[in-house]
């Protein structure tokens, strides 16, 4: 799985793996990108974790004074800089969200959606602990991951990213309960209440979650 999103699933290919998506996928991703805007405040200097094409950013760049997309890809961050043109406030760099290059205390708000504490596949407090130290007291950390409840929606979504060629054939005796498997080595995997509960207890930290849509499950952290 190492590497997947760099080379396998990135850039146009990753633009068609959401192009791709059935209507109540779409509006899973419209409502996931509504709510993490709410949190976000003109004054804000942002960071996205897995950025990939641009996708988010290109919506919540109007709403913060600076937003900073970070990938592993440098194809998606180049198709990221074709999204963004005209947005002189948005910044992209190539780097790994288990050490960020950047001080302590520099964002308003951290977003990392779209499942990617999971679908980054490195350990998960690694990300967390850095999410931490690169935020500004007061400021606020964004998590996401699918609801339970989503899981035939979310399927219906992977087989059709395997039946364009996206990702390789889904092996279907071991695809269940929230986990995807295909034969090329994807797999996709969530995280849960209980493990986000888990994660947080074990840091010290106070966290807040909330199920949006019978869709997102998110976990916000207020520094």
């Not at 054939?169 to 295909?182: H, L, S």
Request: hydrophobic share 40%; aromatic share 10%.
């Amino acid at each position: 799985m190492s590497g997947y999103y760099d080379q396998t699933l990135a850039a146009e290919k990753l633009r068609q793996a959401y192009e791709c998506a059935p209507p109540r996928v779409k509006q899973y991703l419209e409502v996931e990108i509504d709510h993490a805007a709410s949190y976000l405040r003109p004054p804000d200097t942002v960071l996205e974790l897995g950025c990939g094409y641009g996708r988010i950013l290109k919506e919540l760049a109007p709403k913060a004074a600076h937003i900073v997309g970070i990938d592993t890809s440098a194809a998606s961050l180049r198709a990221a800089r074709r999204e963004l043109p005209n947005h002189a406030h948005v910044s992209l760099s190539l780097m790994n969200a288990r050490q960020l290059g950047f001080a302590a205390e520099s964002f308003d708000r951290v977003l990392c959606l779209q499942n990617g504490l999971s679908a980054f596949h490195i350990e998960p407090l690694q990300v967390i602990c850095e999410s931490i130290r690169v935020t500004r007291p007061g400021g606020i950390i964004l998590f996401s991951s699918y609801a339970e409840k989503f899981w035939e929606h979310r399927l219906e979504w992977f087989r059709r990213q395997s039946q364009l060629g996206l990702i390789g054939p889904i092996d279907w005796k071991r695809t269940a309960n929230g986990e995807i498997f295909c034969s090329d080595g994807f797999y996709a995997t969530t995280v849960s209440p209980r493990q986000f509960e888990t994660f947080m207890t074990a840091l010290g930290i106070g966290y807040e979650i909330s199920e949006v849509d019978q869709s997102s499950l998110f976990c916000s952290i207020q520094v």
